[in-house]
């Protein structure tokens, strides 16, 4: 069975499959922003975002993009203060990046995500929306952003 690969940093502590599609998650309390690429372009793309309140339905969700996209990796932004210091979200992406490894068997490694929610707010604050439109929108850019991230430092 693949192994969890932990790497708080955006550079990954392995060389990623030479192709194949990677799936990216920007894990929050209310929202779980999704990402989607593949290795050999190296693009990221914001997918959706999943909204569902309990954990059952969270998963159940997750279940069925990875039924549909068919990863080789799957990616979870890990919160850390500014300094590198972890917090109790940090904790929290952990254990869901554990979950996810331990119901898929797929590969998970943990990527530094500071400042991506806020580079996506901004990016969507650019294009003019509305704050209850850039709330709907801003978890799964975040997640591309963390995807893409992980992309450019591979």
């Known amino acids: 069975m693949p ?3 932990v790497s708080p940093h ?4 392995f060389r990623p499959p030479a192709s194949g599609t990677v799936l990216a998650f920007d894990f929050g309390l209310k929202r779980i922003g999704v990402a989607v690429g593949e290795t050999l ?8 975002t ?3 309140e309990t954990n059952e339905a969270r998963f159940a969700a997750i279940a069925r993009l990875i039924e549909e996209w068919q990863p080789a990796l799957l990616l979870v932004g890990l919160p850390l ?5 972890e ?5 929290r992406c952990r254990r869901f990046a554990n979950q996810l490894h331990g119901r898929f068997g797929l590969l998970v490694t943990l990527i530094d995500e500071r400042l991506t929610s806020a580079a996506a707010d901004a990016e969507l604050r650019e294009a003019g929306l509305d704050w209850k439109t850039r709330k709907k929108r801003v978890d799964a850019l975040a997640a591309r ?3 893409q991230d992980y992309f450019d430092a591979a």
């Open 50 to 52: 999943i909204e569902a």
């Open 81 to 85: 203060s500014m300094d590198g210091a």
């Open 41 to 48: 372009l190296g693009r990221a793309n914001a997918l959706t």
């Open 87 to 91: 917090h109790a979200m940090t904790a």
């Open 10 to 13: 955006p550079s990954p502590p």
């Open 145 to 147: 952003h963390i995807l």
């Open 3 to 5: 192994f969890l690969m």
